[in-house]
């Protein structure tokens, strides 16, 4: 997941969910950036689920997920298989 606003820019990996009370905590794994944890409540989950039910953007996501993540698998396999090839990642680093 991918948090941008004002006040951060954050790259947010699921590591562990667990349930304290009411709500589920979402913590990153360990050596992924600086210790997270998000609260999640049971009425931010009935917000989450109102606004996908009322966007049409939302539902189609939700419908075509399948579609999107092999997209995304296929586009992420392309890019670290291309990383050390020409005009790739590698050469940017090796300027002689």
Same mark, same amino acid.
């Given at each position: 997941?991918?948090?941008?606003?004002k006040?951060a820019d954050?790259?947010? /990996?699921?590591?562990?969910v667990k349930?304290?009370?009411?709500? &589920?905590?979402?913590?990153?794994?360990? =050596?992924?950036?600086?210790a997270? /944890?998000?609260y999640?409540?049971?009425?931010?989950?009935?917000?989450? &689920?109102?606004?996908?039910?009322?966007?049409?953007? =939302?539902?189609?996501?939700?419908?075509?997920?399948? &579609?999107?993540?092999?997209?995304?698998?296929?586009?992420?396999?392309?890019?670290?298989?291309?990383?050390?090839?020409p005009? =790739?990642?590698?050469?940017?680093?090796k300027?002689?």
């Open positions: 997941m991918k948090v941008v606003s006040l954050i790259e947010f /990996q699921v590591g562990t349930r304290e009370g009411n709500e &589920l905590v979402v913590a990153n794994p360990p =050596g992924h950036g600086i997270t /944890q998000v999640v409540r049971p009425s931010d989950v009935l917000e989450v &689920l109102k606004a996908v039910l009322l966007s049409r953007a =939302g539902l189609v996501f939700v419908l075509a997920f399948p &579609l999107f993540w092999w997209r995304a698998r296929k586009e992420s396999r392309n890019s670290t298989s291309n990383r050390d090839g005009g =790739g990642n590698a050469s940017i680093n300027p002689w």
